[in-house]
């Protein structure tokens, strides 16, 4: 009998992501990402659009002395971990899988969102037939 093989996909999948570090060599950390359909994943993009965009009015709106830059990492210190608890489902750091930890590794670096979001999405890419 031929192998069967199921159309739905997991709800979960694991990818190596590598994080920076001040002063180092980006650790290779393993990240579970949740699955998400084509429409989930457009939906949850325009999501992310539209709060970006809403971020960036807010600053380029304010006086300057109404704003400070504190004030705007704050603001994108929330949307990243937003961006963070919106795909990943835990990750092989020694450190628990929670609110507390996700803002933490958010706030260590600039672009540790940017990685993680980054190997997200070249998951869905390597996932082309043929690749």
């Given at each position: 009998m031929?192998?069967?093989f199921?159309i739905a996909q997991?709800?979960?999948?694991?990818?190596?992501?590598?994080?920076?570090?001040?002063?180092?060599?980006p650790?290779?950390?393993?990240?579970?990402?949740?699955?998400l359909?084509?429409k989930?994943?457009?939906?949850?993009?325009?999501e992310w659009?539209?709060?970006?965009k809403?971020m960036?009015s807010k600053?380029?709106?304010a006086?300057?002395?109404?704003?400070?830059l504190?004030?705007?990492?704050?603001?994108?210190i929330q949307?990243?971990?937003?961006?963070?608890?919106d795909i990943?489902v835990g990750?092989?750091f020694?450190?628990?899988?929670?609110?507390?930890?996700?803002?933490a590794?958010?706030?260590?670096?600039?672009h540790?969102?940017d990685?993680?979001?980054?190997?997200?999405?070249?998951?869905?890419?390597k996932?082309?037939?043929?690749?």
């Amino acid at each position: 009998m031929a192998k069967q093989f199921k159309i739905a996909q997991n709800p979960s999948f694991k990818e190596k992501v590598k994080i920076p570090r001040v002063g180092g060599e980006p650790l290779e950390v393993e990240f579970e990402y949740k699955y998400l359909t084509r429409k989930q994943l457009a939906a949850l993009q325009d999501e992310w659009q539209a709060e970006t965009k809403k971020m960036v009015s807010k600053w380029t709106e304010a006086e300057e002395s109404e704003y400070s830059l504190e004030e705007m990492a704050e603001d994108e210190i929330q949307y990243n971990v937003k961006q963070l608890k919106d795909i990943v489902v835990g990750w092989n750091f020694s450190d628990e899988f929670n609110d507390e930890n996700i803002r933490a590794l958010v706030e260590a670096t600039l672009h540790t969102t940017d990685a993680v979001v980054r190997g997200y999405h070249e998951a869905y890419s390597k996932a082309k037939v043929g690749n």
